[in-house]
């Protein structure tokens, strides 16, 4: 029973009671405790002495008595609240004495545990949370990352590191690759194939990271950036001067590779970033599947604008060539959201008028559509539209109502969809017609809408969320297999063109929802855990 799923502590109540079950028979049940999860972050806070003394006890002779353990979570309470049972030494001490150990986590600060430098199994995956490196520095950098890890170089294949600013950089760029060689002192880690780091504060250095992690192929995930670009430019000077160096000191790293007879990574199965480090990192190598995460929207411009620079990235000179003839698979999440106070100003029995980001047509036509163009290669297309609005009508009574209701929001009355001004079919059709290559198309439309009449209060009047999903049926030629992409390329749009020389219309074949949900499954289209957070589908 203990061997199907992990065990799972989430206090100091759960962690005693899993110690008595344990010890009523203790031989044969330690044995099968092969992933153990202690995850107490918010229910330690000023503990008894007593008893903190007694749930440390239970959980080291549950460690020790755990000769089957694979798999090993310990985290404990951070940001400044008091640290418990991770700064206990015999607790670091078990840990490292763990010769069956392969995954460990340890998420929170600590004052004097020294986690990395006690283990000395070989770890196949490593994932920290709130751990600074020791010696009281604030962020990881090559020599601090090398310096505790390096005796995982042989076995480490996932290593991921959360909460804690990280700065992958080397002292001159000018000459990458000697550079990062000279930086990293030669150890590599050969057997990594996933890596994840949040809190970036400086952009990836591809020599760093091909020299560190010369065979990562399966996930490189960048998140949460906090990038030490000027504060005095303004946002358009930085794409056009601090990213673009660095995209250019990328371009170079990878350039000096092939000339040396070299390449740097063969392929990422997947590559999670936002917008600006995908830029940056310019890699030339095949990827699998391209998350953005995130992109927000300029301070000053309009909800078009930035869609065109989110979709667009991929067509503009300045943008990876290959993307536009070589992606077949693309989910785009557009979330928009904008606040209307229909609140009469004092003295006033109107309202402000509000101002809307136009119709949906409007969005469509002018900003998603003119990006999908340019995807010759696309074949699977899924587009998210979510959009969150919040009405604010504090002053509004019986007696003097709001000047304007959310039924007259024309924004969501043209993405509605039981309104005739919204047709799935009429979308679907347009990406069809726009992209000769595509196969299969998915389209999401919802909304979220609250109402605020009292300060810190809010209702929700209206919420949406519909999907549709097409097979798009084409005469298709009989295409060697032999075909280059280019000749694939020409054969695709001249079969949207009939013998007249009039354009074939597409046909879409609905996909009842089951069918639709295998193949976004199945084609990797799936929103992340983020993004459907954000959108608020679990009410929907």
């Given amino acids: 029973m203990l061997r199907n799923r992990p065990i799972v502590l989430e206090n100091f109540n759960t962690i005693l009671r899993f110690h008595d079950f344990i010890f009523s028979d203790a031989a044969a049940r330690p044995r099968h405790i092969v992933v153990l999860r202690v995850n107490a972050i918010h229910r330690e806070i000023n503990p008894d ?42 607790l670091v001490a078990a840990v490292g004495k763990l010769a069956t150990l392969r995954e460990l986590t340890i998420g929170g600060r600590t004052q004097s545990a020294d986690f990395i430098g006690a283990v000395r199994a070989p770890l196949t995956k490593f994932t920290l949370r709130f751990m600074k490196p020791a010696g009281g520095l604030n962020e990881w950098s090559p020599t601090s990352l090398i310096g505790a890890i390096s005796h995982f170089a042989p076995s480490l294949e996932s290593l991921s590191i959360w909460n804690t600013r990280v700065r992958l950089e080397d002292d001159d760029p000018s000459s990458p690759l000697s550079i990062a060689r000279a930086v990293t002192g030669g150890i590599q880690f050969h057997a990594l194939r996933s890596l994840t780091i949040a809190y970036l504060v400086t952009v990836p250095r591809l020599p760093l990271l091909f020299e560190l992690f010369p065979n990562l192929d399966d996930t490189l ?6 990038y030490d670009y000027p504060d005095d430019v303004e946002l358009d000077e930085r794409y056009n001067t601090f990213f673009r160096a660095a995209r250019e000191e990328n371009d170079a790293a990878q350039r000096q590779l092939q000339q040396g007879g070299r390449r740097g990574w063969q392929r990422l199965k997947r590559l999670v970033c936002d917008v600006e480090t995908l830029f940056v990192l310019n890699l030339g190598c095949p990827i699998g599947l391209t998350i953005v995460e995130s992109c927000e929207p300029d301070p000053d411009s309009e909800m078009g604008g930035r869609v065109v620079r989110v979709g667009g990235a991929l067509a503009r000179r300045d943008d990876p060539p290959e993307a536009a003839a070589t992606l077949t698979h693309l989910t785009l999440c557009v979330k928009y959201e ?35 163009e340019p995807l010759h290669a696309l074949t699977h297309f899924r587009l998210v539209f979510h959009c969150e609005v919040w009405w604010k009508s504090h ?46 198309c998915f389209l999401t439309s919802s909304a979220w809408v609250a109402e605020t009449k009292v300060v810190g209060t809010f209702s929700i009047p209206d919420r949406w969320r519909e999907s549709r999903a097409w097979r798009v049926a084409r005469c298709a030629p009989n295409i060697s297999p032999r075909v280059d992409k280019a000749e694939l390329h020409e054969v695709t749009k001249s079969d949207s063109i009939d013998a007249g020389g009039k354009r074939r219309e597409p046909e879409l074949v609905s996909l009842h929802d089951d069918v639709a949900e295998t193949i976004i499954e199945r084609e990797d289209l799936v929103l992340s855990f983020d993004e459907v957070t954000t959108m608020r589908w679990k009410n929907i």
């Fill in 49 to 90: 002495p007593v008893r903190r003394e007694r749930v440390v006890a239970a959980l080291l002779a549950i460690l020790q008595r755990a000769p089957s353990l694979v798999s090993l979570e310990l985290s404990s309470s951070a940001n400044g609240r008091p640290l418990g049972y991770l700064d206990d030494t015999r």
């Fill in 221 to 226: 995930h960048l998140a949460a950036f906090l």
């Fill in 338 to 372: 904008y606040q209307v106070d229909s609140t009469p100003e004092a003295g006033s029995e109107e309202a402000p008028t509000p101002s809307y980001p136009g119709s949906w047509d409007d969005v469509w036509r002018d900003t998603l559509l003119p990006a999908l």
């Fill in 395 to 440: 002053n509004a009574s019986p007696s003097q109502p709001p000047a304007r209701t959310i039924s007259n929001d024309p924004f969501l009355a043209s993405l509605r969809p039981t309104s005739s001004q919204f047709d799935f079919a009429a979308v679907g059709s347009a990406i069809a017609h726009a992209v000769p290559s595509l196969q299969y």
